[in-house]
């Protein structure tokens, strides 16, 4: 089984002004956060099944947050998972730090792991059929 599907999500941590952290995105990239989805959504069709339409989120977060903890970076990268249970089972039999407990939410299931160098990966299986409200659209 495939164990990574693509990247579900880029994630920042603003280190001095959040602000203008995303100031900045918007004007030199038109990037614009998405206040009410804590960031930008763009929305693509799968290669392999073109009537299937995934998701990427790009978010930054403010120096205060404390999302990406434990991690020494000042980034965090989402996969996307086809079966996160059977992942887990197969990261946990091979030694790979997994933090915490998996959550649930209405827009799929989610675990954390970290990496050699201790930096905190988020898992992400997408649920059936969801997909957030608004966004872009790759095209």
């Known amino acids: 089984m495939q164990r990574v599907t693509g990247i579900g ?16 995105y918007d004007r030199h990239l038109g990037i ?9 959504f763009w929305k693509w069709r799968h290669a392999d099944n ?23 970076s000042g980034y965090m990268i989402n996969f996307r998972v086809a079966d996160l249970d059977w992942l887990l089972e197969q990261l946990r039999a091979e030694g790979v730090e997994i933090l915490g407990n998996t ?5 799929g299931k989610f675990a954390w792991i970290r990496d050699p160098e201790g930096n905190k ?7 059936p059929g969801y997909h957030f409200d608004g966004g872009m659209s790759a095209s």
């Not at 990966?121 to 649920?127: F, G, K, M, T, Y």
């Open 121 to 127: 990966i988020e898992l992400w299986e997408p649920a």
């Open 103 to 107: 959550e649930v939410y209405e827009y």
């Open 50 to 72: 073109p009537v299937a339409i995934g998701e990427t989120v790009f978010s930054i977060f403010s120096s205060g947050s404390d999302y990406l903890q434990p991690s020494p």
């Open 9 to 24: 999500g880029i994630f920042l941590q603003s280190k001095k002004d959040h602000k203008k952290l995303l100031g900045w």
């Open 32 to 40: 614009k956060d998405d206040a009410a989805h804590n960031g930008i």
